[in-house]
């Protein structure tokens, strides 16, 4: 007899793990925002920090792939998680003993992308090990949908502790949370099956035959340039520059809090949506949520005040959500176990990997005196055309449907 998500005891835990990893980070990442805008003053060391994040992260992600297939996926987040927390016990000790320099912040940001590369696909494709194959969809509207909301409740957190507690306290915040991320991610707790991938070869022939294998199917082709383009063009974008904005208009951090909040409400609303409609015509769905989040992108280059950009954000969450978690859904259900490691770490790139370039190109462009608003109309236009290309070209993708 099938057992109901809410009562599958390791599903619960791998996914109050990964939305307490996701917020720990964005708290992190958002108090590391404001304290290098704010104290070191530098735009450009922002986005040299992301950059420190980013290659990491997107240079070894395919080997966390490789990992995530040959050894225990449980083994490997907590290992992770584990060390990240630790790393961030450091930079709340040198910020409260105020050493924390650019460089520490260097190294730091380094550390955590390589270990984030590792962590990304063990947890992505752990889901299918835990779950009936007719429940992925519901599983992944939790894990993805409400797990995202992760990066909105974090800036929140942050938000409103630096509002009233300071940046020492916003980093000791994000070290609780991510200590609090890895005992979930107890292997005892999960409860993982065998590795799956019993092959004898060599790293890097299981690197090439997870990229062969994904060169080969359309459906994945088409769906990981779709999120390339939306956390690019559109989310990657406007994360970074909704600060910039809060500054701008002369904001405060709780400012920033309310429109993360609204953000958070429009994921929220449409990932309860995913989860209870059966959405059969998944590829259509997820290409119109991408023109449909660039659109509200490119209205994000004219808005006039705050409270427009708190109403543009409810949007932007509630129109992203179908771009990733139909498709994400699909590739799941279609994908062999053996190399679902792989895949998902592929998958995982594109979905998290370049949003910190945009948060990189981004930072950099403002801090050559370009208006963030001329930024964000060019990204988008940009994100928009790619989209009307991959609806135009990608007919494999556009008639896919789910037959669970």
Known sequence: MEKPLIKNSPFIF???????AIIGFSTFFMTTTWFVIAELGSASSLGIILIAITVPRILMMAFGGVLADKFKKTTIMFSTSTIQGFLLLIVFLLHATDQLSFSYLLIIGFLFGTLDAFSGPAGTSLIPKMVEKNQIKQANAII?????????????????????????????????????????????????????????????????????????????????????????????????????????????????????????????VSTVIIGTVKLRNRGLTSILGLIATLIVALAFSQIPNLIAVTILAFMLGFTMTFV?????????????????????????????????????????????????????????????????????KGRTYRSYRSNI
């Open 14 to 20: 791998l996914f109050i793990a990964s939305c307490l």
């Open 324 to 392: 990733a978690i139909p498709f994400f859904s699909s590739a799941q259900e279609d994908t062999d176990p053996r190399i679902m490691g792989r895949v998902m770490s592929i998958i995982f790139l594109a979905m998290n990997g370049f949003d910190p370039l945009a948060y990189a190109g981004v930072t950099l462009l403002v801090s050559r005196g370009i208006d963030i608003q001329t930024i964000i109309f060019v990204f988008s236009v940009i994100g928009l055309l790619i989209a009307l290309l991959l609806f135009w």
């Open 144 to 268: 993805q949908g409400l797990g995202q909301i992760g990066f909105v409740v974090g800036p929140i957190v942050a938000g409103t502790i630096m509002e009233f507690g300071g940046i020492t306290s916003s980093y000791l915040t994000a070290m609780i949370i991510v200590f609090l991320s890895a005992f979930f991610m107890f292997p005892r707790f999960l409860k993982e099956g065998p590795v799956e991938n019993t092959v004898k070869q060599t790293p890097f022939r299981d690197l090439l035959e997870g990229f062969s294998y994904v060169k080969a199917n359309s459906f994945l082709v088409t769906g990981i340039f779709i999120l390339i383009t939306l956390n690019f063009f559109a989310f990657g974008a406007i994360s970074i520059a909704i600060p910039i904005l809060v500054e701008t208009y002369g904001g405060s951090p709780i400012n920033l809090s309310y429109i993360e909040a609204s953000l958070a409400i429009g994921m929220l």
